[in-house]
């Protein structure tokens, strides 16, 4: 049964940083792609970020490029989200996300499993 647990998640003030964490158990983490979504209350989930299966292609919603850093580490079996330069608009449940493709995908019908969120909360 694969598994993906989330953490990392938590308060910060706006232009803060945050590194969320996804381990992933039951599935050879190394063998396919990986990516983070957020779903903010009254809205739909939305793409945040993506990573190819040997994390060498990398896919940015526009709303994050050049703030939000997405990396794996296969050797822990771990996949991160380094947030940096926090907005209050970046408030919402962050999920990481599992999908069987070896490319960056962006779409929720790729992902096949995912984790239970982790909150996160910007203050102005």
């Known amino acids: 049964q694969v598994q993906l647990v989330e953490s990392g998640g938590g308060l910060v003030e706006a232009g803060g940083s945050l590194r969320l964490s996804c381990s992933v158990s039951?599935?050879?983490?190394?063998?396919?792609?990986m990516g983070w979504f957020r779903q903010a209350p009254g809205k739909e989930r939305e793409f945040v970020a993506a990573?190819?299966?040997?994390?060498?292609?990398?896919k940015y919603a526009d709303s994050v490029k050049g703030r939000f850093t997405i990396s794996r580490d296969s050797a822990k079996n771990t996949g991160y989200l380094q947030m940096a330069s926090l907005k209050p608009e970046d408030t919402a449940v962050y999920y990481c996300?599992?999908?069987?493709?070896?490319?960056?995908?962006?779409?929720?019908?790729?992902?096949?499993?995912w984790g239970q969120g982790t909150q996160v909360t910007v203050s102005s």
């Open positions: 996300a599992g999908t069987r493709m070896i490319v960056p995908v962006i779409a929720p019908t790729d992902y096949d499993v």
């Open positions: 039951g599935r050879t983490f190394s063998s396919a792609a």
């Open positions: 990573i190819s299966w040997r994390g060498g292609v990398t």
